[in-house]
């Protein structure tokens, strides 16, 4: 079962064009986490969205949590080359109370 | 800045050996997990242990995993009879609460021959 999906699973796209990536779920989440994983790396923490509806911006990048937390998405504005990478949604389900469910993450590729 | 460290950063096995995988989380947090990754495959989560016994586990989590806080500082995972499909890269978090914002180490490739 596919709690978190994310989409599309490959991005590739010219400097300075804008992008988005979505985290879907049929379930409702406390919180979701994007994370940023470089190849051999652990992931590193980017935002946590703790409330419907939240919003919130780390530079050039957007972060929304749904209504009913079911769902998130990143927005990146003027994408740079250093943006490469793989982003991955990872969240608290309400019944569970530590582990973090993952998507399968989106592979970014911002070309110069 | 605080972080997550793991050692070693890669373990060579032989199948049937035990390994012990380290981690030491970040000073003041109180919730310590640990996750894998098959190459290219999702991160899962294996267990989370607060208050030096385990909170959560995984299906993945079976009788050859156990994980233990020695002392005040480290964090281990222990798989007793490695298997090929044990091969992966282990990764160790912490937080400070349950709920809160899990932060990563740099996670342990393990390969099993």
């Known amino acids: 079962t596919q709690l978190l999906e994310q989409s599309p699973q490959f991005l590739s796209i010219q400097e300075g064009e804008n992008l988005t990536v979505y985290c879907n779920s049929s379930?409702?989440?406390?919180?979701l986490q994007w994370y940023r994983q470089e190849p051999g790396e652990g992931p590193v923490l980017l935002v946590t969205?703790?409330?419907g509806g939240e919003v919130k911006k780390l530079k050039r990048l957007t972060f929304q949590f749904g209504d009913a937390r079911k769902d998130s998405s990143l927005h990146i504005t003027a994408a740079q080359p250093g943006d490469t990478g793989l982003y991955l949604c990872?969240?608290?389900?309400?019944?569970?109370?530590?582990?973090?469910?993952w998507g399968a993450g989106t592979k970014l590729i911002i070309k110069p | 800045e605080p972080e997550v460290t793991q050692t070693p950063s890669h373990q060579v096995t032989q199948m049937g050996q035990e390994v012990i995988l380290r981690c030491v989380p970040i000073?003041?947090?109180?919730?310590f997990y640990w996750y894998r990754q098959i190459l290219g495959q999702k991160v899962e989560f294996l267990v989370s242990?607060?208050?030096?016994?385990?909170?959560?586990k995984s299906e993945i989590f079976d009788d050859q995993f156990s994980v233990e806080r020695p002392d005040g500082s480290n964090f281990t995972l222990k798989i007793r009879s490695t298997k090929l499909e044990d091969s992966a890269m282990y990764f160790c978090?912490?937080?400070?609460?349950?709920?809160?914002?899990?932060?990563f180490g740099p996670g342990t490739r393990l390969t099993v021959l």
């Open positions: 990872a969240g608290h389900r309400w019944d569970s109370n530590y582990q973090l469910i």
């Open positions: 969205v703790v409330t």
């Open positions: 379930s409702v989440f406390s919180s």
């Open positions: 000073s003041n947090h109180l919730y």
């Open positions: 242990f607060y208050n030096n016994e385990i909170s959560e």
């Open positions: 978090a912490s937080s400070v609460q349950g709920y809160n914002e899990q932060f």
